[in-house]
C-alpha cells in the first residue's frame, strides 16, 4: 500500500463524501474536483472516482439512463488501485454499492429508472 494511502482524509475529502452521504451529488462533485485539481500524486484517481460514483447518481436523479451506467461503470475503474481502503476510505464497500446500483440500473433500463430503490444508493464510508 503506497504511504499516501496511510496519510489521514484531507479535509476536502471528508467534505465531499459528507455531501455525497447527504446525496448532494452536485455539491460533492464540485469539492472533489477541487481536491483532484490540487492533487498531483497518484492518490488524485481515488477522488477521481468518489466523485464520479457521486455524479452517476446525479445523472439517476435526472433519469439519465446513459450517464448513470458510464458513471458507474468508469469510476470503479479508478477505485479499484485503492482497495481494499485508502485514506480511511473504505474502498472495498464502495466499489460493491456501486456494483449492486449499477446492476439494479441495468435491470430497469432507460425507460423505469424512476423506479430505483435509492435505499441502494451507495455511501462512502471511512474505517
Do not use: K
Not at 482524509?9 to 455531501?19: C, D, K, T, V, Y
Not at 447518481?57 to 451506467?69: A, C, E, M, S
Not at 485503492?82 to 440500473?105: D, G, M, S
Request: with cysteine.
Amino acid at each position: 500500500m503506497p504511504s499516501w494511502c496511510l496519510e489521514p482524509p484531507p479535509p476536502l475529502l471528508l467534505e465531499g463524501i459528507a455531501q455525497f452521504n447527504r446525496g448532494e451529488y452536485f455539491e460533492q462533485h464540485d469539492t472533489l474536483e477541487r481536491l483532484w485539481r490540487e492533487e498531483t500524486r497518484e492518490v488524485r484517481r481515488l477522488y477521481q472516482g468518489i466523485l464520479q460514483i457521486g455524479v452517476a447518481f446525479h445523472h439517476l436523479r435526472r433519469l439519465n439512463h446513459h450517464g448513470t451506467v458510464y458513471m458507474l461503470t468508469r469510476g470503479p475503474q479508478y477505485l479499484r488501485p485503492f482497495a481494499p481502503h485508502c485514506q480511511r476510505v473504505n474502498v472495498e464497500a464502495l466499489l460493491a454499492a456501486a456494483a449492486l446500483a449499477l446492476e439494479e440500473v441495468q435491470r430497469l433500463g432507460a425507460g423505469r429508472l424512476d423506479e430505483f430503490d435509492w435505499r441502494l444508493a451507495a455511501s462512502v464510508h471511512l474505517v
